[in-house]
């Protein structure tokens, strides 16, 4: 049989933290793993955002053809304000043009953000 002496409870405890050590630095190793990836993704992140063009406050929407004149108020961020016949203007413009009996987008509702009080 078998002439080698069964281990002793102590030798199977240590053999067992032993295992448990290396078990946790290779989970450790791919926690750091997974950490380095989500920084980097971060870092990358807020890369884009700098390089991203600030958006314009404010939106004057125009009818269609050359020329044609300012059918609507956006803010900014407005989800109606898409398409070739959208330019940006300044705070002052945008004033002017709702005060000028523009329409104030019923959506982003830049009057009321402008506090222009039309009657």
């Known amino acids: 049989m078998n002439d ?9 405890l240590y053999f067992a933290r032993r295992v448990v050590v290396q078990q946790a630095r290779a989970n450790l190793a791919q926690l750091d793993r997974w950490i380095a990836v989500e920084e ?18 404010w939106l004057v929407e125009r009818g269609i053809g050359a020329g044609a ?18 330019q ?3 705070e002052e413009e945008a004033r002017r043009a709702l005060y000028g009996h523009v329409e104030a987008c019923s959506h ?10 039309l009657e």
């Open 108 to 117: 982003c509702n830049p009057d009321t953000v402008l506090r222009v009080i």
């Open 88 to 90: 940006a203007v300044s």
């Open 4 to 12: 080698r002496p069964s281990p002793s409870r102590l030798d199977l």
């Open 40 to 57: 980097r993704r971060e870092v990358e992140r807020r890369m884009g955002e700098a390089r991203r063009p600030k958006a314009p406050e």
């Open 69 to 86: 004149p300012a059918v609507r108020i956006h803010a900014g961020g407005c989800h109606m304000a898409k398409g070739v016949r959208v």
